[in-house]
């Protein structure tokens, strides 16, 4: 099934994908628009501000995305229109699976300080209702484990973890409902260098294992580099150009992008 959302108010509309190539698409955006009201709530002739103009992309089944760009360009105005935490104001956002899961920057401000490991990638299940407490435990030991979570780090908080564990916490969290489709918001620009190959590396392991699709942001053109099949790149709100990696990265046709990859080297 695919999940239609409408930008301009009117009810979501589910439809079956009616092609091969669409059962193949994890998620479609045509032509999207969004921005925000300035001013407060009271305020008389509020202007809007447009951040994202005409954005048009897609993220097939198996693939890892990459979403470049300067700060400040709209890259976290988008996941938001993609999670459903901003209305656009135009276009389409077609959602071939359930809603997408993320996993954000900074692992020790999205992890509750007063409870541990277990509790946190746990905590979603308990939300959902759906399992007994029996069962919820067994799904977030599984999760640990495929993570590489260490058993003994398990009933540990936030302040006794590494970043590294941290964020691998951050990540089973976002998996323990098993979604197909994961936003990455810069998960590995606040680690070392070592530990960012760990954590790289075991986004592609859960890639295979789990049958996940990303869209990986970051501001590293290496990283992207090195984990991603295709980029985006974006300027002031716009996608100024995209492709496989190696065709964006050896052949960039704007001079905004060959800027990027010169300030990377």
Request: aromatic share 6%; hydrophobic share 35%.
């Amino acid at each position: 099934m695919s999940e239609r959302v409408s930008p301009v108010g009117s009810e979501t509309d589910l439809k079956a994908a009616s092609s091969p190539e669409e059962t193949e698409m994890i998620l479609q955006i045509r032509n999207l628009c969004a921005g925000y009201s300035l001013g407060g709530v009271l305020s008389r002739g509020k202007k809007f501000k447009e951040v994202l103009h005409d954005i048009s992309f897609e993220v097939r089944h198996g693939e890892i995305v990459g979403l470049v760009g300067e700060s400040g360009t709209g890259k976290t105005t988008l996941c938001k229109c993609i999670l459903g935490l901003l209305e656009p104001q135009s276009g389409e956002i077609i959602h071939y699976t359930k809603r997408p899961q993320i996993v954000f920057q900074d692992p020790y401000s999205s992890l509750n300080p007063a409870y541990s490991a277990e509790w946190s990638v746990e905590e979603p299940l308990r939300i959902f209702g759906k399992y007994d407490a029996t069962e919820r435990k067994r799904r977030v030991q599984e999760m640990l484990e495929l993570v590489g979570l260490p058993q003994d780090c398990w009933g540990a908080k936030p302040d006794e973890l590494s970043g590294g564990q941290r964020q691998r916490v951050c990540i089973a969290a976002a998996l323990i409902q098993r979604p197909r489709f994961v936003i990455a918001d810069e998960p590995v620009s606040a680690l070392d260098v070592t530990i960012q190959a760990q954590i790289l590396k075991l986004l592609r392991d859960l890639r295979d294992e789990l049958d996940l699709s990303y869209l990986f942001i970051s501001h590293d053109l290496n990283v992207v580099y090195q984990l991603c099949d295709r980029v985006l790149v974006m300027k002031r709100g716009c996608i100024v150009e995209q492709g496989t990696v190696e065709e964006v990265y050896d052949h960039p046709k704007e001079e905004y992008t060959r800027k990027l990859l010169a300030a990377a080297m």
